[in-house]
């Protein structure tokens, strides 16, 4: 089953089960030929597996890594616990220029020792890691496999000389390219449609000018929208747990409320924890709702409420939380950002 982005990210802890030994072996790796660079901690054999900083490799085959933490689907007395992720991604050159940046994402969760990857329009199955992650001496461990093959790289091992040999490709031969030019033909199809009508206004301006325009004037449509989209998407949540035998939510002013000022949030902080470090629900308590049992889903690129509505849907982890029981109440707000980096975004709380 496809997977659509939803939201994502890392980690600074060790979990699973312990390593048998910590081996200090004499390993090197290298990235197109050229040896990384292991200041703080060395690449180490544990269980048979060459362990590597997770940060030092990734930034050496050109990929960025943030590492987060996040509410995740497990509930203990009404409270999601966290979930520590990893978040490596690259923006990639598509060729064409549409006003915002196309990325590659490859994410790792560590409570469930998993990977995922994918790009702006398209993921893939969930995947279970080779090598269970670690900490040491303050760094993140993963396999070096794990990363070479989650950032779409070749990798060999040359026991002779004790040599990790990573071959990094161009973005074309990365998995699931097409999927991601097909996002972008949808992209571009969206931006020209809605921009029609201007086309003679624009027939003296620089080709910068125009896309500038039609950018500018796709950002006042689809927030003209957000009202008619929020309701969209709760009556599309609520036709999925009828499905399921689940009562409607209602729409609670107080969590529509929570929801507008948690969009705006996610825009430049695309975490279940705010900006100032507090957890996600305590803007509905700002807004005036009086419940501790608050969930909320995310998701970013989607410009159309189905669009959005079918990441959760995609997602076991946030259709499990669309789909929880215990919840009564709702609230959703889209916003579209066109200077952001994913362009579109929503947020839909729930409470009891």
Request: zero cysteines; glycine letters at 6%; charged letters at 25%.
């Amino acid at each position: 089953m496809k997977k659509q982005l939803a939201a994502i990210l890392a980690a600074t802890m060790v979990l699973g089960t312990a390593p048998s030994a910590f081996a200090a072996d004499q390993i090197t790796v290298t990235v197109d030929g050229e040896k990384v660079n292991f200041e703080d901690q060395q690449p180490v054999n544990i269980d048979n597996r060459v362990m590597v900083p997770v940060r030092d490799v990734a930034e050496k085959m050109g990929w960025e890594v943030t590492f987060e933490t996040y509410p995740g689907n497990t509930l203990v007395d009404g409270v999601f616990q966290d979930e520590h992720h990893i978040m490596i991604q690259k923006n990639v050159d598509v060729g064409k220029d549409l006003g915002r940046n196309f990325i590659y994402l490859t994410n790792i969760t560590m409570e469930t020792n998993s990977i995922l990857v994918g790009n702006s329009g398209y993921y893939a199955e969930e995947e279970k890691l080779k090598a269970t992650p670690v900490v040491q001496n303050g760094r993140t461990l993963l396999g070096v496999r794990d990363i070479a093959e989650g950032l779409h790289a070749d990798v060999v091992w040359n026991s002779a000389t004790q040599t990790v040999e990573i071959k990094t490709k161009p973005a074309e031969q990365f998995a699931y390219y097409k999927e991601l030019l097909d996002y972008v033909d949808r992209y571009a199809e969206g931006t020209a449609e809605s921009t029609e009508p201007e086309k003679e206004k624009t027939d003296s301006l620089t080709f910068e000018e125009e896309q500038l325009q039609r950018a500018e004037q796709y950002a006042v449509e689809q927030n003209a929208k957000r009202n008619e989209f929020a309701k969209e998407v709760i009556d599309r949540i609520n036709q999925e747990r009828e499905k399921n035998g689940l009562n409607k939510l209602q729409m609670n002013d107080a969590l529509m409320e929570a929801a507008d000022v948690r969009v705006k949030e996610i825009v430049t902080n695309f975490s279940h924890t705010r900006p100032d470090g507090r957890k996600a629900k305590t803007a509905a308590n700002e807004a005036g709702f009086e419940g501790s049992y608050i969930g909320e889903n995310i998701t970013g690129f989607a410009n159309t409420p189905k669009w959005a509505v079918d990441n959760w849907t995609e997602s076991d982890g946030h259709r499990e939380n669309y789909l929880n029981p215990e919840y009564t109440y709702t609230g959703v707000a889209y916003l579209y950002d066109k200077d952001s980096e994913y362009g579109s975004y929503w947020v839909q709380i729930f409470a009891r």
